[in-house]
């Protein structure tokens, strides 16, 4: 089991910035892909970013150029910085972790931590 602890979400204006952070604990020694999606009120959660074991770096399109994924393996966490952040980036966004098993891939998922961007 992976257990992951958000934190950073807030209220912001629109231009503003947040800074999320995802603790992670129990095994994960074997945790490969970390990140975070997001999901807005009546919509599907959706991939925001994420980050391997050795560094490469996925993101949503609507995200790309705004946001940074960043991955402390010593700290056993990950970051998302948010900036020039915009009213439809308003949503919960839950800290994602992969780990092999077997064939597959066992995923888990953070509690979330509200984000909310006013115009």
């Known amino acids: 089991q992976v257990q992951l602890v958000e934190s950073g979400g807030g209220l912001v204006q629109a231009g503003g910035s947040l800074r999320l952070s995802c603790a992670a604990s129990?095994?994960?020694?074997?945790?490969?892909?970390m990140g975070w999606y997001r999901q807005a009120p009546g919509k599907q959660r959706e991939l925001v970013a994420t980050?391997?074991?050795?560094?490469?770096?996925n993101y949503a399109d609507s995200v790309k150029g705004r946001f940074t994924v960043s991955r402390d393996s010593a700290k056993n966490t990950v970051y998302l910085q948010m900036n020039s952040l915009k009213p439809e980036d308003t949503a919960d966004y839950y800290c994602?972790?992969?780990?092999?098993?077997?064939?597959?891939?066992?995923?888990?998922w953070g509690q979330g931590t509200q984000v909310i961007v006013s115009s």
């Open positions: 994602y972790a992969e780990r092999p098993y077997g064939l597959a891939y066992l995923p888990s």
């Open positions: 129990g095994n994960i020694f074997s945790i490969n892909t």
């Open positions: 980050i391997t074991s050795d560094g490469n770096k």
